[in-house]
């Protein structure tokens, strides 16, 4: 569920990428022209009216006697004409720089139409995984209660039996919770006890009871093959004896492949097959 969430996040970063890029626009070219026409226009003005000043002030001096508000007039009419022209200037450089921009862009247009088809092929991989990972999720959830409801007490009755068949009677009560599964153990005079409290064999021999009992309950009619490897490493002699037993009945009804580098074994079950290395020689 985890893996679930990062997807979904995944998801979203490249849909918000793919609408970030469909969504970019181009400058327009008539709004540079029209701008490129202006900043030319005001410096026109600019000079011109700037000749005209020069000109009037030669050809009457007496222009120089005006009065205070008239000279403030045309100053701020002249600051407000130079404003115009650096803001034109500057939106010229901006458009400059978007142009570059633009260009570099239009170059690289067809990389990135192939990155969005990419992004757009992920999505729908990631779709995909998402649909699948919610349908497996809801598969293992269903079927987890499907065996907490019906298969939990032959489970733990079965494994209870085999259990007190390997103990000799010690513990023959077995208890699985229902939303955990976690088991413990009684019997005997021992109050519940949960794993953690079980010494390593008796952990050891919980569990090989416990997987007797799930294949037997949920085989049904088939007859599935168990496969065991060293199960018994932590029992003592008495316990291998009985763990002995009780695969030998279980094997009445279902193959059971056991490995085992011990050779106690091999006194009660044959046919056995030893696997000896052979050293290859020098070069060989």
């Given at each position: 569920?985890?893996?679930?969430?990062?997807?979904?996040?995944?998801?979203?970063?490249?849909?918000?990428?793919?609408?970030?890029?469909?969504?970019?626009?181009?400058?327009?070219?008539?709004?540079?022209?029209?701008?490129?026409?202006?900043?030319?226009?005001?410096?026109?003005?600019?000079?011109?009216?700037?000749?005209?000043?020069?000109?009037?002030?030669?050809?009457?001096?007496?222009?120089?006697?005006?009065?205070?508000?008239?000279?403030?007039?045309?100053?701020?009419?002249?600051?407000?004409?130079?404003?115009?022209?650096?803001?034109?200037?500057?939106?010229?450089?901006?458009?400059?720089?978007?142009?570059r921009h633009l260009s570099q862009g239009t170059e690289d247009a067809a990389e990135l139409r192939v990155r969005m088809g990419e992004l757009k092929e992920k999505i729908r991989l990631i779709d995909r995984r998402v649909a699948a990972l919610q349908l497996a999720i809801q598969t293992l959830k269903?079927?987890?209660?499907?065996?907490?409801?019906?298969?939990?007490?032959?489970?733990?009755?079965?494994?209870?039996?085999?259990?007190?068949?390997?103990?000799?009677?010690?513990?023959?009560?077995?208890?699985?919770?229902?939303?955990?599964?976690?088991?413990?153990?009684?019997?005997?005079?021992?109050?519940?006890?949960?794993?953690?409290?079980?010494?390593?064999?008796?952990?050891?021999?919980?569990?090989?009871?416990?997987?007797?009992?799930?294949?037997?309950?949920?085989?049904?009619?088939?007859?599935?093959?168990?496969?065991?490897?060293?199960?018994?490493?932590?029992?003592?002699?008495?316990?291998?004896?009985?763990?002995?037993?009780?695969?030998?009945?279980?094997?009445?009804?279902?193959?059971?492949?056991?490995?085992?580098?011990?050779?106690?074994?091999?006194?009660?079950?044959?046919?056995?097959?030893?696997?000896?290395?052979?050293?290859?020689?020098?070069?060989?």
């Amino acid at each position: 569920e985890t893996d679930l969430e990062s997807l979904h996040v995944r998801a979203s970063a490249f849909r918000e990428t793919v609408r970030l890029l469909e969504q970019m626009e181009e400058v327009d070219p008539d709004l540079v022209k029209s701008l490129q026409e202006r900043i030319e226009q005001h410096q026109q003005e600019a000079v011109i009216a700037r000749q005209t000043r020069d000109g009037l002030l030669r050809d009457h001096p007496e222009l120089k006697e005006l009065p205070a508000e008239r000279v403030g007039e045309y100053r701020q009419s002249i600051e407000q004409a130079e404003r115009e022209e650096r803001e034109a200037d500057h939106r010229l450089y901006q458009i400059g720089l978007d142009r570059r921009h633009l260009s570099q862009g239009t170059e690289d247009a067809a990389e990135l139409r192939v990155r969005m088809g990419e992004l757009k092929e992920k999505i729908r991989l990631i779709d995909r995984r998402v649909a699948a990972l919610q349908l497996a999720i809801q598969t293992l959830k269903h079927s987890v209660r499907e065996f907490q409801e019906n298969a939990l007490d032959p489970v733990a009755e079965h494994a209870a039996k085999h259990l007190a068949t390997i103990t000799s009677g010690r513990y023959s009560r077995i208890a699985l919770d229902r939303d955990s599964m976690e088991p413990t153990v009684s019997g005997n005079g021992v109050a519940d006890l949960t794993t953690e409290r079980l010494s390593r064999g008796a952990r050891d021999q919980l569990y090989l009871s416990l997987r007797a009992a799930l294949i037997e309950t949920l085989s049904g009619d088939r007859h599935l093959p168990m496969i065991l490897d060293d199960p018994c490493i932590n029992f003592d002699e008495e316990r291998l004896e009985n763990a002995a037993r009780l695969i030998a009945e279980l094997a009445a009804d279902r193959q059971i492949l056991l490995y085992s580098k011990d050779e106690t074994w091999t006194r009660w079950f044959e046919p056995v097959l030893r696997l000896e290395r052979q050293d290859s020689p020098v070069g060989g």
